[in-house]
């Protein structure tokens, strides 16, 4: 490398069979990160040589919840760029170019050993104590050998020639690493199918996209040692490799299902902000040497480097993301949350997209911190759109009401000829009157909450009242209450 440093080029290379999860999603914004600090470029590279388990589906919701996050890549799906095709299923005649020149160079070789064949050749070396890997059996077939082997209707998969010795690296977080090539064996890289593996594409694209730093979950971290004979063989320069660490679950077990939600797409439908997430994200097996937890996208584009991610494994713990959300959502301005909450409360059938966007703004701003992920607010909001029939639990206060029923009506009163009906008339009336008949604030407070909001619990009573308007107000009240 030249004094003049090279920018880095680094991809995140997602394999379109599912979601993207927590783990696939730490790994972009790694990349993305990594790109973004150093002037670099972000490629998006769709692994879909599995044509089974491939769908179109999965790309889409990958591509939508790298957008959500905030990940736009450089070059790939939808970006373009020079070293596309983007997607390896239309990347197949490279591979086959790159396999035939290997091939000629007798660096690989086909192979016609049937899966039982291996299978029992196997067992004999489990049962001799010898490597496990390949034998080497089609190695030293000449023209003759394979020909007959193919006239007998076998088909040939292509495996690399692995040398002796072993081969390492020096990860940019774990330092150096190493492993004896014998236990791989001559790999397959193309198989029968006429599919490359997943090594042999991951090589050539890397090779060919001049990736020049590889980030990725160190459950790869086996794949490496292939990686580097491949592109050795390749004879092209092999990036730099940075494994970054596993993410695993409270109970000490890797993150799955099991443990709760862990797809983006998931965390959006529960109402998750982007920002949380990217900031959650950047936690898990990075941090500085401060162990500063706040990060806005653009905080981390200028303090992530690939030094402070840690070697170990790093743990989900779903109550920081949950504070986390509440704290990105209360440093939103109010017109803002009020803008992301919409198609929660839509969802939930309450007609926000429809309403005064300053009047939205003011509830949003009486609820408060009470929303930990978006769709809380319904549930303290539901009153302002729509009657809500108390539960069980609300319909004791009604009937305790009994008791106070003076004062409430010397309040409805009070409230009919209240002009303007604002939130310190409306307190200094209730105070007032529950007062006079000697009751409890709360005894008076409770039945009139229940009366509006259909719940005992929600945002503060008296600027939710002058909110709401007198009129309405009234109505439930007189409902709730009537004076026969
Ligand atoms: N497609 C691979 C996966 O989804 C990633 C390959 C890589 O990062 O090298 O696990």
Avoid at 275 to 299: K, P
Avoid at 309 to 319: G, H, M
Avoid at 415 to 439: H, L, N, Q
Wanted: glycine share 10%.
């Amino acid at each position: 490398m030249s004094s003049e440093a090279v920018k880095p080029r680094v991809r995140f290379a997602p394999s379109p069979t599912g979601h993207l999860h927590v783990g696939g999603a730490r790994t972009a914004l790694f990349n993305y990160l990594y790109a973004r600090r150093h002037g670099g470029t972000f490629v998006l590279r769709v692994e879909d040589t599995d044509q089974e388990r491939s769908t179109p589906e999965s790309v889409r919701g990958i591509l939508d919840s790298l957008r959500w996050l905030g990940l736009e890549w450089d070059e790939g799906p939808e970006a373009g760029g020079d070293h596309g095709p983007y997607f390896q299923s239309e990347r197949r005649e490279l591979y086959r170019k790159e396999l035939d020149r290997l091939i000629g160079e007798e660096k690989a070789y086909r192979c016609f050993c049937t899966p039982e064949e291996l299978a029992e050749r196997r067992e004999e070396a489990k049962a001799a104590g010898r490597p496990l890997g390949y034998d080497g059996r089609c190695r030293t077939l000449d023209d003759a050998g394979r020909e007959k082997l193919a006239a007998e209707g076998r088909l040939a998969a292509v495996r690399l020639v692995v040398p002796g010795g072993e081969t390492g690296w020096k990860d940019l977080v774990r330092g150096g690493v190493s492993f004896q090539n014998d236990q791989f064996g001559d790999f397959i890289i193309f198989k029968s199918d006429g599919f490359p593996t997943y090594h042999f594409a991951v090589v050539v694209d890397d090779a060919e996209m001049e990736i020049t730093h590889v980030i990725r979950g160190d459950d790869h971290i086996s794949n490496t040692p292939r990686h580097l004979m491949i592109f050795e063989a390749l004879g092209r320069p092999a990036p730099l490799f940075a494994h970054v660490p596993i993410i695993l679950g409270a109970d000490g077990g890797r993150l799955s299902k099991r443990h709760g939600a862990t797809s983006i797409g998931q965390y959006r439908e529960e109402g998750y902000l982007p920002e949380a997430m990217v900031n959650y994200l950047a936690l898990l097996g990075w941090s500085t040497s401060d162990s500063r937890q706040i990060f806005t996208l653009d905080d981390l584009i200028s303090e992530f480097d690939i030094p402070r991610v840690s070697k170990s494994s790093a743990t989900f713990d779903p109550e920081k993301l949950l504070w986390l959300n509440n704290f990105h959502y209360l440093k939103l301005p109010p017109a803002e949350r009020a803008k992301r909450l919409v198609p929660y409360w839509e969802r939930d059938g309450m007609d926000a997209g429809a309403r005064d966007p300053a009047w939205l703004e003011k509830v949003v701003e009486i609820v408060g911190d009470r929303v930990k992920v978006l769709p809380d607010i319904g549930r303290y909001t539901e009153f302002f759109f729509r009657d809500v029939e108390p539960g069980e639990a609300e319909q004791k206060v009604l009937r305790k009401a009994e008791k106070v029923m003076p004062a409430l009506q010397k309040v409805i009163a009070r409230f009919a000829g209240m002009d303007p009906f604002s939130e310190e008339a409306i307190e200094k009336a209730i105070k007032e009157e529950a007062a006079a008949a000697e009751v409890g604030l709360g005894k008076v407070i409770q039945p009139i909450r229940v009366a509006v909001m259909g719940r005992k619990v929600g945002p503060g009573l008296f600027e939710s009242l002058e909110l709401f308007g007198r009129e309405k107000v009234l109505e439930r009240l007189r409902a709730a209450f009537p004076t026969t």
